[in-house]
């Protein structure tokens, strides 16, 4: 070690997820690496250097919370930001496996207040994502949703009146059932003390 590694990132750290190729895609509320420009969203080498064929062009506008990468190597990302790159996102949005928008997944409204706290994949490609949002594409969803393969909406999930509070982390269990976690005491009129399934 040359003592040469920098003062790593500027800020938190929200979310790490590693590629096949042992790539690190890490997201946050960071600006910076090592004094490198690298907002929201990077991805480093083994050796903890920059890509820089990871090209996000002027990437996102606001903080990255969540990461996931789908068996096809694309990546979801959800967080505060509205925008990617120019193009309108509401807080979600799939990048291509070398940075890029994929625009086969439509989030351009998506979530339009709130954050994405967490994104879970079902075994059949859908998504359930969590957070302090209360809309999903203009429909009143309070806090949790299942997305589509093409970013729409499920709407064959009801999760009926949702929660008042935010779900800050889902996992969809072996069996389908999803466990959700967060500051709420109640879901969809049931006492529940910050825990679901």
């Not at 979310?15 to 480093?44: A, E, W």
């Not at 879970?120 to 299942?146: C, E, L, W």
């Amino acid at each position: 070690d040359d003592g040469q590694n920098g003062d790593g990132f500027d800020n938190t750290v929200r979310t790490l997820v590693l590629q096949p190729d042992q790539n690190l895609i890490v997201g946050g509320d960071y600006l910076s690496l090592n004094g490198i420009p690298s907002p929201y969203l990077t991805r480093l080498k083994p050796d903890g250097s920059i890509d820089e064929t990871f090209n996000l062009g002027t990437g996102f506008n606001g903080k990255i919370y969540a990461t996931y990468i789908q068996p096809d190597g694309k990546i979801i990302v959800g967080g505060s930001f509205t925008t990617f790159n120019g193009v309108s996102s509401g807080r979600l949005i799939r990048l291509n496996t070398d940075g890029s928008y994929d625009a086969t997944f439509n989030s351009s409204i998506a979530a339009t207040t709130g954050i994405v706290y967490d994104i879970s994949p079902q075994s059949d490609g859908k998504i359930i994502i969590v957070g302090s949002f209360t809309k999903y594409n203009n429909v009143t969803v309070n806090r949790i949703a299942r997305v589509l393969t093409n970013g729409d909406l499920d709407t064959t999930f009801l999760t009926g009146s949702g929660t008042t509070s935010n779900i800050t982390n889902a996992r969809v269990l072996h069996d389908g059932k999803i466990l959700i976690t967060g500051n709420f005491t109640s879901f969809n009129g049931m006492s529940s003390n910050r825990i679901v399934r």
